[in-house]
Protein backbone atom coordinates (compact mmCIF):
# COMPACT_ATOMS: atom_id res chain seq x y z
CA UNK A 1 0.00 0.00 0.00
CA UNK A 2 1.72 3.30 -0.70
CA UNK A 3 1.11 5.91 1.45
CA UNK A 4 2.27 9.91 0.60
CA UNK A 5 2.18 12.75 3.02
CA UNK A 6 2.94 15.98 3.50
CA UNK A 7 6.56 16.98 4.56
CA UNK A 8 6.98 16.59 7.95
CA UNK A 9 8.94 19.37 9.26
CA UNK A 10 5.36 21.29 9.06
CA UNK A 11 3.70 18.48 10.64
CA UNK A 12 6.60 18.17 13.50
CA UNK A 13 5.80 21.90 14.71
CA UNK A 14 2.16 21.39 15.50
CA UNK A 15 1.18 19.06 17.95
CA UNK A 16 -2.37 19.38 17.09
CA UNK A 17 -3.33 17.29 13.84
CA UNK A 18 -5.67 14.59 12.38
CA UNK A 19 -4.31 11.62 9.70
CA UNK A 20 -7.06 11.37 6.89
CA UNK A 21 -6.99 8.34 4.65
CA UNK A 22 -8.83 9.49 1.51
CA UNK A 23 -9.57 6.82 -0.96
CA UNK A 24 -11.70 7.38 -4.17
CA UNK A 25 -13.92 5.03 -4.94
CA UNK A 26 -13.51 2.29 -6.99
CA UNK A 27 -14.34 1.94 -10.85
CA UNK A 28 -17.74 2.45 -11.75
CA UNK A 29 -19.92 1.36 -14.76
CA UNK A 30 -20.04 5.51 -15.49
CA UNK A 31 -16.22 5.01 -15.37
CA UNK A 32 -16.48 2.05 -18.18
CA UNK A 33 -18.64 4.05 -20.24
CA UNK A 34 -16.10 6.94 -20.69
CA UNK A 35 -13.35 4.97 -21.09
CA UNK A 36 -14.93 2.90 -23.98
CA UNK A 37 -15.65 6.19 -25.21
CA UNK A 38 -12.59 8.01 -24.80
CA UNK A 39 -11.54 10.05 -28.08
CA UNK A 40 -14.89 10.00 -29.19
CA UNK A 41 -16.63 13.27 -30.46
CA UNK A 42 -20.56 12.17 -28.18
CA UNK A 43 -18.71 11.65 -25.14
CA UNK A 44 -20.19 14.74 -23.52
CA UNK A 45 -23.46 13.15 -24.15
CA UNK A 46 -22.34 9.95 -22.29
CA UNK A 47 -22.69 11.73 -19.44
CA UNK A 48 -25.99 12.45 -19.58
CA UNK A 49 -27.42 9.27 -19.98
CA UNK A 50 -29.86 7.97 -17.35
CA UNK A 51 -28.68 5.00 -17.09
CA UNK A 52 -26.00 5.56 -15.23
CA UNK A 53 -28.18 7.03 -12.19
CA UNK A 54 -26.12 6.93 -8.82
CA UNK A 55 -23.97 4.59 -10.50
CA UNK A 56 -22.71 1.48 -9.48
CA UNK A 57 -19.53 -0.58 -9.04
CA UNK A 58 -18.56 -2.54 -12.30
CA UNK A 59 -17.23 -5.83 -12.07
CA UNK A 60 -13.73 -4.57 -11.82
CA UNK A 61 -14.57 -2.20 -9.20
CA UNK A 62 -15.85 -4.95 -7.28
CA UNK A 63 -12.38 -6.49 -7.86
CA UNK A 64 -10.40 -3.72 -6.48
CA UNK A 65 -12.50 -3.00 -3.29
CA UNK A 66 -11.52 -6.87 -2.52
CA UNK A 67 -7.92 -6.19 -3.11
CA UNK A 68 -8.31 -3.26 -1.39
CA UNK A 69 -9.04 -4.91 1.43
CA UNK A 70 -6.92 -7.20 1.65
CA UNK A 71 -4.15 -4.80 1.49
CA UNK A 72 -5.90 -2.98 4.87
CA UNK A 73 -6.03 -6.30 6.62
CA UNK A 74 -2.75 -7.20 5.72
CA UNK A 75 -1.07 -3.37 6.95
CA UNK A 76 -2.99 -3.58 10.00
CA UNK A 77 -4.74 0.25 9.17
CA UNK A 78 -7.99 -1.17 10.31
CA UNK A 79 -7.12 -0.96 13.50
CA UNK A 80 -6.25 2.38 13.40
CA UNK A 81 -8.69 4.06 11.81
CA UNK A 82 -11.23 5.11 14.09
CA UNK A 83 -14.11 6.48 11.47
CA UNK A 84 -15.24 6.16 8.11
CA UNK A 85 -16.81 8.84 6.09
CA UNK A 86 -18.39 8.27 2.65
CA UNK A 87 -20.30 10.19 0.00
CA UNK A 88 -23.72 8.89 -0.11
CA UNK A 89 -23.51 8.42 -4.00
CA UNK A 90 -23.97 4.13 -4.54
CA UNK A 91 -20.11 4.08 -5.94
CA UNK A 92 -18.75 5.40 -2.54
CA UNK A 93 -20.55 3.36 -0.32
CA UNK A 94 -20.37 0.42 -2.17
CA UNK A 95 -16.58 1.09 -1.98
CA UNK A 96 -16.84 2.55 1.66
CA UNK A 97 -18.28 -1.02 2.87
CA UNK A 98 -16.14 -3.41 1.12
CA UNK A 99 -12.87 -1.79 2.09
CA UNK A 100 -13.55 -1.50 5.74
CA UNK A 101 -16.33 -4.05 6.29
CA UNK A 102 -15.61 -7.05 3.23
CA UNK A 103 -16.66 -10.55 4.79
CA UNK A 104 -17.23 -9.17 8.63
CA UNK A 105 -18.23 -12.65 9.94
CA UNK A 106 -14.60 -14.07 8.77
CA UNK A 107 -12.82 -10.96 10.21
CA UNK A 108 -13.33 -10.58 13.79
CA UNK A 109 -10.09 -9.91 15.52
CA UNK A 110 -10.35 -6.69 13.52
CA UNK A 111 -11.80 -3.51 14.36
CA UNK A 112 -14.79 -2.15 12.37
CA UNK A 113 -14.99 1.31 12.47
CA UNK A 114 -18.16 2.87 12.03
CA UNK A 115 -19.13 4.19 8.42
CA UNK A 116 -20.95 7.78 8.37
CA UNK A 117 -22.51 9.02 4.94
CA UNK A 118 -22.18 12.69 4.63
CA UNK A 119 -22.92 15.25 1.70
CA UNK A 120 -20.47 17.38 1.64
CA UNK A 121 -17.94 14.82 0.13
CA UNK A 122 -19.70 13.46 -2.81
CA UNK A 123 -18.70 14.13 -6.30
CA UNK A 124 -18.75 17.31 -8.27
CA UNK A 125 -22.98 17.73 -8.07
CA UNK A 126 -25.59 18.86 -11.24
CA UNK A 127 -26.21 18.42 -14.47
CA UNK A 128 -24.76 14.19 -14.67
CA UNK A 129 -26.97 11.59 -13.69
CA UNK A 130 -24.19 9.61 -12.23
CA UNK A 131 -23.56 12.00 -9.37
CA UNK A 132 -27.02 11.93 -8.69
CA UNK A 133 -28.11 10.24 -5.75
CA UNK A 134 -31.17 7.64 -4.61
CA UNK A 135 -33.06 8.51 -1.61
CA UNK A 136 -31.41 7.63 1.33
CA UNK A 137 -34.96 5.82 2.42
CA UNK A 138 -33.96 2.98 -0.39
CA UNK A 139 -29.98 3.10 0.26
CA UNK A 140 -30.39 2.40 3.80
CA UNK A 141 -31.82 -0.71 3.01
CA UNK A 142 -29.04 -1.37 0.86
CA UNK A 143 -26.43 -0.16 3.28
CA UNK A 144 -27.15 -1.11 6.97
CA UNK A 145 -23.39 -0.78 7.87
CA UNK A 146 -23.68 2.97 7.36
CA UNK A 147 -24.85 5.38 9.52
CA UNK A 148 -27.33 8.33 7.78
CA UNK A 149 -28.63 10.49 10.66
CA UNK A 150 -26.13 13.22 8.96
CA UNK A 151 -28.09 13.27 5.67
CA UNK A 152 -30.63 16.20 6.32
CA UNK A 153 -32.99 15.29 2.76
CA UNK A 154 -34.44 11.45 2.08
CA UNK A 155 -34.05 13.15 -2.13
CA UNK A 156 -31.26 14.57 -3.85
CA UNK A 157 -31.56 17.95 -2.88
CA UNK A 158 -28.72 19.21 -4.44
CA UNK A 159 -28.35 18.22 -7.57
CA UNK A 160 -29.33 20.84 -10.35
CA UNK A 161 -30.75 19.10 -13.98
CA UNK A 162 -29.26 22.14 -15.95
CA UNK A 163 -26.47 23.28 -13.80
CA UNK A 164 -22.90 21.79 -12.99
CA UNK A 165 -21.69 23.30 -9.74
CA UNK A 166 -18.06 25.28 -10.64
CA UNK A 167 -14.49 24.10 -9.49
CA UNK A 168 -14.44 27.11 -7.27
CA UNK A 169 -17.47 25.63 -5.27
CA UNK A 170 -16.12 22.11 -5.34
CA UNK A 171 -12.98 23.64 -3.60
CA UNK A 172 -15.07 25.85 -0.65
CA UNK A 173 -17.13 22.49 -0.23
CA UNK A 174 -13.71 20.82 0.67
CA UNK A 175 -12.93 22.91 3.05
CA UNK A 176 -16.04 23.52 4.96
CA UNK A 177 -15.79 19.26 5.04
CA UNK A 178 -12.22 20.05 6.17
CA UNK A 179 -13.50 22.52 9.07
CA UNK A 180 -16.36 20.11 9.58
CA UNK A 181 -13.98 16.79 9.98
CA UNK A 182 -11.65 18.92 12.42
CA UNK A 183 -14.51 19.18 15.18
CA UNK A 184 -14.74 15.50 15.41
CA UNK A 185 -12.59 13.74 18.28
CA UNK A 186 -11.35 11.12 16.29
CA UNK A 187 -7.52 11.72 15.17
CA UNK A 188 -7.50 8.98 12.15
CA UNK A 189 -10.19 9.15 10.00
CA UNK A 190 -10.62 7.22 6.73
CA UNK A 191 -12.82 9.20 3.78
CA UNK A 192 -13.99 7.33 0.59
CA UNK A 193 -14.88 10.37 -1.91
CA UNK A 194 -14.42 11.03 -5.64
CA UNK A 195 -11.69 12.47 -8.21
CA UNK A 196 -12.81 15.81 -8.65
CA UNK A 197 -13.50 16.51 -4.88
CA UNK A 198 -10.08 14.91 -3.35
CA UNK A 199 -8.11 17.04 -6.08
CA UNK A 200 -9.78 19.81 -6.09
CA UNK A 201 -9.67 19.93 -2.14
CA UNK A 202 -5.70 18.96 -1.76
CA UNK A 203 -5.08 21.40 -4.60
CA UNK A 204 -6.84 23.98 -2.71
CA UNK A 205 -4.99 23.41 0.30
CA UNK A 206 -1.78 23.70 -1.43
CA UNK A 207 -2.30 26.74 -3.31
CA UNK A 208 -4.68 28.58 -1.23
CA UNK A 209 -3.46 28.27 1.95
CA UNK A 210 -0.05 27.21 1.29
CA UNK A 211 -0.02 23.62 2.98
CA UNK A 212 3.45 22.00 1.83
CA UNK A 213 2.33 18.83 -0.15
CA UNK A 214 3.77 16.05 -2.35
CA UNK A 215 2.84 16.45 -5.76
CA UNK A 216 1.82 12.77 -5.82
CA UNK A 217 -0.69 14.28 -3.60
CA UNK A 218 -1.99 16.68 -6.21
CA UNK A 219 -2.33 14.36 -9.29
CA UNK A 220 -5.53 12.77 -10.08
CA UNK A 221 -6.45 9.64 -7.66
CA UNK A 222 -6.68 6.29 -9.31
CA UNK A 223 -9.80 4.32 -8.49
CA UNK A 224 -10.18 2.73 -5.61
CA UNK A 225 -6.51 4.34 -4.64
CA UNK A 226 -6.07 5.52 -1.14
CA UNK A 227 -3.79 8.11 -0.02
CA UNK A 228 -2.54 9.68 3.24
CA UNK A 229 -2.13 13.25 4.93
CA UNK A 230 -2.00 15.07 7.70
CA UNK A 231 -3.51 18.23 8.38
CA UNK A 232 -3.17 20.76 11.57
CA UNK A 233 -4.93 23.74 12.23
CA UNK A 234 -3.93 25.71 9.68
CA UNK A 235 -5.75 24.14 6.40
CA UNK A 236 -9.24 24.74 8.47
CA UNK A 237 -8.71 28.26 9.78
CA UNK A 238 -8.22 29.79 6.37
CA UNK A 239 -10.84 32.46 5.86
CA UNK A 240 -12.68 32.26 2.60
Known sequence: MDLCGGHPQKLLSSPKFKTLYLVRHAQGIHNVVLEEKRGIDEI????????????PLSPKGVQQVSEQHKQILESGLLNTIELVITSPLRRAMETAVGIFRGHKDINL??????IVALELCRERMGLYPCDRRESI???RICFPEIDFTMVESDEDALWREEERENLEEVSARGFRFLKWLWERPEKEIAVVSHGIFLQQTLCALHEKVSIPLEDSLLTRFANCELRSIRIDESAVTWKQ
Not at 109 to 114: I, K, Q, Y
Open 44 to 55: GDVHLSPKLFDA
Open 109 to 114: SHNFPP
Open 137 to 139: STR
